[in-house]
Every structure is written in structure tokens, then in C-alpha cells.
């Protein structure tokens, strides 16, 4: 996951929160949380606790986030934020908990009382694990459109600068889908499963190369003892190893929605 993808998701993560982006770059993001959103990820039961005894007035934090320490320019004090750094999981986390499907129109510049047509898309984010004694994470933004099955790459970045409302907008009128979401979940789906399996997956074959190796120093060490005599910790470090180097392929879907756009993406 890219800096400026970070960037675009930590942003459409707070405005869909209703948090008021104070001030921002390319780079960075400062942010007024609400009551509800500073409950959730600053970690202050104690002074919430208080406040809730003594009825005085709450002051929610403001949070600052650097996206891209490489390239900030600015003197900004913050928290750094990359892939699989705590506050990012923390708000994939709290997106889950919040609701991982929802269902947006996009409110278009359209005036003078013309009706807008809106087309419908599914969108779904994947996160794709592969594990070993080594970990590589994958993010995955895709959509298709329920009227023609198109399919495109970076669905959630295309859409991230769009205005999307949870209500459809007066003098909007949206299409009926053909494609009904189950089916284009399912597509969705094969899409990244087809992803997976065309992938490099040479990192499986060193996980095992590096499990033979370290079961080679095992056997080293145990080389002068008959394996009828050998030690239950033989048998517990070599079962260890195996687990360690054990390669997995997971996948998840971080989160999902139906989406009206006016917008092509």
C-alpha cells in the first residue's frame, strides 16, 4: 500500500466519520475527532470516565497523521502512519466494527433542477496475506459495474475525491442494476483468486528452502543421539520450525458498499 493510498483512505476514513479535516497536504492530514471517533482510537477511558462524573465539557482530541514522512516538507509534529503500522490497523479495525457495507450516492454539480442519472457499482477492498516466517500484505480496490460487468483496478482511489452521501440526492434518479450484488461479489471474487494464483509465489518455495536448512541444524546438534533416545524438545523445536515456515494464503475483505456514481471512474 502506497503513501498516497494511505493518505486517500486515511481521509475518506475521517470525512465518512463526520472528523473535520482541519488542515492537510499531500503528505499529512490534522483532523478534529468527534466524542465518538476520540472514544474509539485515542485510548482515554479514564478522562471520558471523568467527564461523564463531573458533567463538564467535552473537548475531543485533534489528530495529526503523516503519511508520507519521505516527502513531508513542513515542520509537522504527528504520528507516522504506514502499512501495517498500529493507528492503520487500528482504523481498518474501527471501519469493521462500524460497518464493513454501505451503500453512497454521489451528490453531482448538476443544477438548474436537471435530473441526474446515477449508475450502480459495487466496490469491495481486499487484503490478501501471504505468510510464512515472513509476511507480505496486499491491498486490492476493485469494482464492477452492475449494468455492464466492467471491472477496474483502484476503485476506492478513483472514488475517494468524489462527494458520496448516505441519502440520495433531490432530482436524482438511479438506474436499476442488472448484475445483482451477490453475483458481482462472486465475480469480484474470482477476480482475486485469479490474482493469487497467477502471482509470484517463489517466496513459498524459499520459506521451505530456509525450513530445510534450519532442520539441518537441527539434526546437527541431535546427530550423535539415536532417534529412539532423543529428547521430547527434539520433537517440540522440529514441530515449531515446521509451523513457523508454514505458508498460508489469506484472504480478507476489509470493506465493501453499493455506490451510485454520476461519475465514471
Not at 500500500?1 to 494511505?6: A, N, T
Request: glycine content about 4%.
Amino acid at each position: 500500500m502506497y503513501p498516497q493510498q494511505i493518505h486517500q483512505y486515511v481521509r475518506q476514513f475521517f470525512k465518512e466519520n463526520n472528523c473535520e479535516i482541519i488542515s492537510e497536504s499531500d503528505h499529512f492530514i490534522n483532523v478534529q475527532l468527534t466524542i465518538e471517533m476520540d472514544k474509539r482510537i485515542m485510548n482515554r477511558p479514564f478522562y471520558w470516565k471523568y467527564l461523564e462524573s463531573t458533567g463538564e465539557e467535552p473537548k475531543p482530541a485533534q489528530l495529526t497523521l503523516i503519511t508520507d514522512k519521505n516527502r513531508l516538507t513542513e515542520s509537522i509534529a504527528g504520528e507516522v502512519v504506514h502499512y501495517g503500522s498500529p493507528r492503520l490497523n487500528q482504523l481498518f479495525q474501527v471501519t469493521k466494527e462500524l460497518g464493513s457495507f454501505v451503500q453512497m450516492y454521489e451528490k453531482s454539480a448538476v443544477q438548474n433542477g436537471e435530473q441526474t442519472i446515477l449508475t450502480p457499482w459495487v466496490g469491495v477492498n481486499y487484503k490478501i496475506t501471504y505468510s510464512s516466517d515472513r509476511t507480505k500484505e496486499i491491498l486490492y480496490s476493485l469494482g464492477i459495474n452492475l449494468l455492464t460487468g466492467a471491472i477496474m483496478n483502484g476503485f476506492q482511489e478513483s472514488i475517494s475525491q468524489l462527494n458520496l452521501e448516505s441519502t440520495i440526492p433531490p432530482n436524482t434518479f438511479h438506474v436499476p442494476y442488472i448484475i445483482k450484488p451477490m453475483r458481482a461479489l462472486e465475480r469480484l471474487d474470482a477476480v482475486i483468486e485469479s490474482q493469487i494464483v497467477n502471482d509470484d509465489h517463489t517466496w513459498a518455495e524459499e520459506a521451505k528452502e530456509r525450513l530445510r536448512k534450519d532442520l539441518l541444524v537441527l539434526e546437527y546438534f541431535y546427530r550423535d543421539i539415536e532417534d529412539e533416545d532423543r529428547p521430547e524438545c527434539y520433537e517440540s523445536e522440529k514441530k515449531a520450525m515446521e509451523e513457523q515456515y508454514e505458508t498460508k494464503v489469506k484472504v480478507e475483505v476489509i470493506n465493501g458498499g453499493l455506490f451510485y456514481l454520476h461519475t465514471t471512474p
